[in-house]
T-cell receptor, first 118, second 113 residues
Framework: DGGITQSPKYLFRKEGQNVTLSCEQNLNHDAMYWYRQDPGQGLRLIYYSQIVNDFQKGDIAEGYSVSREKKESFPLTVTSAQKNPTAFYLC?????????????????FGDGTRLSIL | AQTVTQSQPEMSVQEAETVTLSCTYDTSESDYYLFWYKQPPSRQMILVIR??????QNATENRFSVNFQKAAKSFSLKISDSQLGDAAMYFCVKGTSGSRLTFGEGTQLTVNP
């Protein structure tokens, strides 16, 4: 079955520590995204990538970093600079949007990672 | 900032009845898409329905339909014959070129047996 796999499901971070959240997709999608969800709120975009070796900042990129070395993988690192990392993190992917205007395809989401501070 | 507003933090409906969730949005773009996603307690994000802004006809998916009023920038979701499995947080979402999604704050729907 094609889909998006996020790991781990739960993650704990100590003060001053960087942690990396994994996101893998086998849907052959070009574009991948990372969102943060705080309790009772919608999703906010952290970073996105439309092609391998390229990525763009979203609305709340400070304190986070990403890489896109392979089409199927888009790991997110929560750095020690992110002072309030406790949240639910969702990874998503979609067909490449660079197909002209009005080609916005729905995003497929992983099951999420819940990150907490120890 | 372009926003999506869901004015109903919580809604409830009796099983088998109909409920409408409201959504308004702000945009300066002429070409965009609108979605409704649901997020059950499992926290999965599931696409419910999608509307292209350039289409006048309202989208329908089985028991789910939308009322898209482009001039008013309104995009409501109607759920007919509500089922217990429809209970979830529902997000109104706007997508623009480059696949940037903007989420509303969500409406928590409770379905009463």
């Amino acid at each position: 079955d094609g889909g998006i796999t996020q790991s781990p499901k739960y993650l704990f971070r100590k003060e001053g520590q960087n942690v990396t959240l994994s996101c893998e997709q086998n849907l052959n999608h070009d574009a991948m995204y990372w969102y943060r969800q705080d309790p009772g709120q919608g999703l906010r975009l952290i970073y996105y990538s439309q092609i391998v070796n390229d990525f763009q900042k979203g609305d709340i990129a400070e304190g986070y970093s990403v890489s896109r070395e392979k089409k199927e993988s888009f790991p997110l690192t929560v750095t020690s600079a992110q002072k309030n990392p406790t949240a639910f993190y969702l990874c998503a992917s979609s067909i490449d949007l660079a197909l002209g205007p009005g080609k916005n395809q729905p995003q497929h989401f992983g099951d999420g990672t819940r990150l907490s501070i120890l | 900032a372009q926003t999506v507003t869901q004015s109903q933090p919580e809604m409830s409906v009796q099983e088998a009845e109909t409920v409408t969730l409201s959504c308004t949005y702000d945009t300066s773009e002429s070409d965009y898409y609108l979605f409704w996603y649901k997020q059950p307690p499992s926290r999965q994000m599931i696409l419910v329905i999608r509307q292209e802004a350039y289409k006048q006809q309202n989208a329908t998916e089985n028991r789910f339909s939308v009322n898209f009023q482009k001039a008013a920038k309104s995009f409501s979701l109607k759920i007919s014959d509500s089922q217990l499995g429809d209970a979830a947080m529902y997000f109104c979402v706007k997508g623009t070129s480059g696949s940037r999604l903007t989420f509303g704050e969500g409406t928590q729907l409770t379905v009463n047996p």
